[in-house]
């Protein structure tokens, strides 16, 4: 019998400090374009819209895939969009740590 070397599998966290910066940094980049919006006054009927909708949050995706690793399938996007980054974050999370972890797994089974 000859010996093997254990194959030791890599324990990989979840970047969550990370996705929580890019994140928020596309927040703020999103939010600077809207600096000179005409309708930002308050009183108007943009006040009770969304601050990002999904048709634009889906670009969040595009500085998440890296340093998650992986591609975020659009259906993390909630219909309807994200009121602040809070909400973006709270909604995003739960969903990419899950991905990341299933990711993790398949790879270690192999």
């Known amino acids: 019998m ?4 254990a194959v030791q599998p ?10 929580e910066s890019v994140i ?7 939010m600077s374009k809207h ?4 309708f930002a006054p308050l009183g108007t009927l943009f006040d009770v ?3 990002v909708d999904s048709l634009t949050a889906v670009n969040v995706l595009l500085v998440i895939e890296p340093v998650l690793g992986l591609k975020p399938p659009e259906s993390l996007i909630r219909p309807g969009g994200y009121t602040d980054r809070h909400d973006m974050l709270g909604h995003f ?5 899950k991905l990341f972890n299933q990711r993790n797994l398949k790879s270690t089974a192999k």
């Open 2 to 5: 000859s010996p093997t070397a």
């Open 10 to 19: 890599r324990v990989t966290l979840f970047p969550e400090k990370e996705i």
């Open 24 to 30: 928020e940094a596309w927040w703020d980049e999103q």
């Open 35 to 38: 600096a000179d919006d005409p």
């Open 49 to 51: 819209l969304v601050d």
């Open 93 to 97: 999370m739960p969903s990419l740590r």
